[in-house]
C-alpha cells in the first residue's frame, strides 16, 4: 500500500473536523474523495499530505509514520494541490513550475538536464507552455489552477492529492486534467463536487459525511441513489454509460 490512514481523528477546539477515518490507498490507484461541503475533506487531504498532524491514529506513507519522516523526504515523492494555492510574488509560470524541482536538489547542487526536462513535460502536460513567461497576476483563475498542478507534476511525484483540481477550468481543461491524471504512473487522491467525474475516472472512491466515511468502493458499488438522496440530497438516476461503462448520474429536475 502506498498510503494509509489508520483511526485518525482531528479537531479544532472542541469540534470534530474528522472521526476516527480508516482507509488505505493501492500503489498507482486513483482514489476520489467525495462529500457534501464540510464534511472534512481538505482537512483530510491536509493530514494526508503531512501538513496537519492527527489528534489520534496516524498516517503511514509506505509503511512508515508520516510524522517520523522528514519533511524533504515527503516533499520530495508527495505533491500537493490546494483548493486556494496562491503565490503572493508576481513571478512567472516558468518560475512557479520550477519550485517543484527544489525537493530533488541539494543546497549546492545546481540545474540540471533532468530539471529542464521534468518542467517542460509539466508546462506540456497542462498546455501552459505558450504561457510559459507570462506573469502570475496576468493569469486567470483556471490558468493559475493549471500552472500549481504543473508544479506538481515538475515534482515528480509518486503520490499526487489534489483538492478540488478542476476548480476554475473550462469543461475542456476538467476532462483534460482528469484524463491526466488518471493516466499518471503515481498514487492520486482528488477531492472532487463532480460525481460523474469521479465514476468516470477513479479507480475507487470515498464518500464522507459529517468528518466520517459513509461508503467506500468502486464507482459501480459505491453511487446508488440511495446514497445521492441521503448524503448529497439530490434526487437522481444512476445508469451505465453506454460510452464508458461507468456508471453514470441523471439529476432530476
Not at 508527495?78 to 530533488?104: M, S
Not at 536538489?105 to 530539471?115: A, E, H, L, Q
Not at 504512473?185 to 465514476?199: G, M
Not at 448529497?232 to 448520474?249: K, L, Q
Request: charged fraction near 25%; proline fraction near 4%; glycine fraction near 6%.
Amino acid at each position: 500500500m502506498s498510503i494509509r490512514a489508520d483511526d485518525i481523528s482531528w479537531k479544532i477546539g472542541a469540534k470534530i473536523i474528522l472521526d476516527r477515518v480508516s482507509f488505505e490507498v493501492p500503489a498507482g490507484k486513483m482514489l476520489g474523495l467525495l462529500g457534501p461541503n464540510g464534511s472534512g475533506k481538505t482537512s483530510l487531504l491536509r493530514l494526508l499530505a503531512g501538513l496537519k498532524r492527527p489528534n489520534s491514529g496516524r498516517v503511514t506513507l509506505e509503511q512508515k509514520d508520516l510524522q517520523r519522516i522528514p519533511r524533504r523526504s515527503i516533499a520530495s515523492r508527495v505533491a500537493f494541490v490546494e483548493q486556494h494555492g496562491t503565490t503572493n510574488a508576481n513571478l512567472r509560470v516558468i518560475d512557479v513550475v520550477k519550485l517543484g524541482r527544489f525537493p530533488h536538489r541539494s543546497m549546492f547542487s545546481g540545474w540540471t538536464s533532468v530539471d529542464d526536462a521534468a518542467v517542460e513535460d509539466a508546462l506540456e502536460r497542462t498546455g501552459m507552455r505558450a504561457k510559459r513567461n507570462d506573469r502570475w497576476q496576468s493569469l486567470s483563475g483556471g490558468e493559475k489552477q493549471r500552472t500549481h498542478i504543473a508544479r506538481a507534476l515538475a515534482q515528480a511525484p509518486k503520490e499526487l492529492i489534489l483538492d478540488e483540481p478542476t476548480n476554475h477550468l473550462d469543461i475542456q481543461h476538467q476532462i483534460s486534467l482528469m484524463r491526466l491524471v488518471a493516466s499518471l504512473p503515481v498514487t492520486s487522491i482528488i477531492a472532487l463536487h463532480d460525481l460523474n467525474h469521479a465514476a468516470m475516472f477513479c479507480d475507487e472512491l470515498i464518500i464522507m459525511q459529517q468528518g466520517r466515511i459513509v461508503a467506500s468502493g468502486t464507482p459501480e458499488a459505491v453511487l446508488s441513489e440511495d446514497l445521492l438522496r441521503n448524503v448529497f440530497s439530490v434526487e437522481a438516476r444512476v445508469e451505465t454509460s453506454p460510452y464508458h461503462s461507468r456508471p453514470h448520474i441523471h439529476y432530476l429536475r
